[in-house]
């Protein structure tokens, strides 16, 4: 198979946005070109996108989109204009805190330069996209140096569990767990990943399969109820997995699956490694307990490719994401570096090496 194609996960391209269809992964490599933010929306809330930086990139776009597509004659109207679209993109999906993160971005850096006296509309619709191309950039940048630090984590000869796909599609390209696995064995170690498929939506057996094949890294895709048979056995160095929302006190929301993973790989003495960027880092959110759980549509739960599976008249429920105790959690690694608990002091710093003042221009 050939090497993983250089083109992001989602990008702007002649004034709209472009991104690969995830829905239809793997059958069909399809791009979906978006001019509205409504469509924008959609596309995030029904998984077009999906992973967490990934669709705070998209959110950040779809301001751009925003600014583009309005009428407004002023700063003052523009902005309004912005305030109601962001609104839109954060209804989209409540758990990845990296969507806030992206509108919070995007909309500061037009807040400071009218503070700072623009008054042309114009100058903000080229400042909104300029900001949403460096957040990113910026997502490849870190996910390359969180690749680094996770990598050295893992010994020459390993075998780990993923959970979901946290990889390029992700991501804007390169991923974060998946970016410590990619990393990992383009540094020669030899790694093999069991992949959880990640019920309901096959996120591991759909995609993350995908992105190993293409990248050549030895696999073996599992049912997540396996993942205990592999763990007590001893086959297992790690489990490495991304996350949705980090608390303060380094809780972490990831995919619906991630709980029990955590626990049984305690119980069985192997270390979890949750990978995300700093923009995953919520301090406002003291504990998990005060994290948003999206609740998805339950035809996710009873059909399987369109065909339902229960007899008529069962009911299921679907949480989309589920909440890992910060103290099953081995270490987190962000661009910061590698943080082991507890873990407060670390989460803070390093959204605080983040945080840079917008610059001037
Ligand atoms: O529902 P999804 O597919 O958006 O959930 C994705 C995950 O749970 C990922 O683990 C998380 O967003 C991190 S992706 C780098």
Redesign the pocket.
């Known amino acids: 198979m050939k090497a993983m194609s250089p083109t992001r996960t989602v990008y702007w391209r002649d004034a709209r946005v472009c991104m690969i269809d995830q829905r239809l992964l793997p059958e069909r490599e399809s791009t979906l070109v978006l001019d509205d933010v409504a469509s924008l929306a959609e596309a995030i809330r029904d ?1 077009a996108v ?6 705070g990139a998209t959110a950040a776009y779809g301001l751009a989109l925003g600014a583009q597509g309005s009428t407004a004659s002023t700063a003052a109207g523009l902005r309004a204009d912005l305030a109601i679209d962001a609104e839109t993109l954060l209804a989209a ?1 409540p ?2 805190s ?1 969507l806030a993160w992206a509108l919070r971005r995007v909309l500061g850096r037009l807040d400071a330069e009218i503070a700072a006296g623009e008054t042309e509309p114009t100058a903000l619709r080229t400042l909104a996209l300029a900001e949403a191309e460096r957040i990113a950039d910026e997502d490849l940048a870190t996910n390359r140096r969180m690749g680094a630090h996770g990598a050295a984590l893992l010994p020459e000869r390993c075998t780990v569990i993923h ?5 390029a599609l ?2 804007v390209d390169y ?4 970016g410590v696995i990619r990393a990992a064995h383009e540094q020669g170690k030899r790694i093999r990943v069991l992949v959880d498929e ?1 019920r309901p ?1 096959l ?1 591991g057996a759909r995609l993350t399969t995908w992105e190993l094949a293409r990248l050549g890294v030895p696999q073996t895709l599992i049912v997540d109820g396996a993942a205990g048979y592999y763990l007590q056995r001893g086959e297992v160095d790690a489990v490495l ?4 929302r980090i608390a303060a006190n380094g809780d972490v929301a ?2 619906v699956g ?1 709980y029990p993973l955590a626990v049984v790989a305690r119980e069985n003495g192997v270390p979890v490694y949750v ?2 960027p700093s923009s ?1 880092i919520d301090l406002g959110c003291p504990s998990g307990a005060e994290i948003p759980i ?1 609740l998805r549509d339950p035809t996710e739960v009873t059909e399987i490719a369109g065909r339902r599976i229960p007899p008529a008249g069962v009911t299921a429920a679907n949480p ?2 589920d909440l890992t105790p910060a103290r099953y959690i081995s270490a987190i690694v962000t661009e910061a570096g590698v943080l082991r608990p507890p873990f407060e002091a670390g989460l803070r710093a390093a959204v605080e090496a983040a945080a840079s003042p917008v610059p001037a221009s």
């Open positions: 998984m999906r992973g967490a930086p990934a669709i999906r758990t990845a990296n959970h979901c796909n946290t990889g992700a991501t991923g974060t767990a998946l990640t939506r996120q997995v991304g996350a949705d990831n995919k991630t990978v995300a995953t999206e989309a994401f």
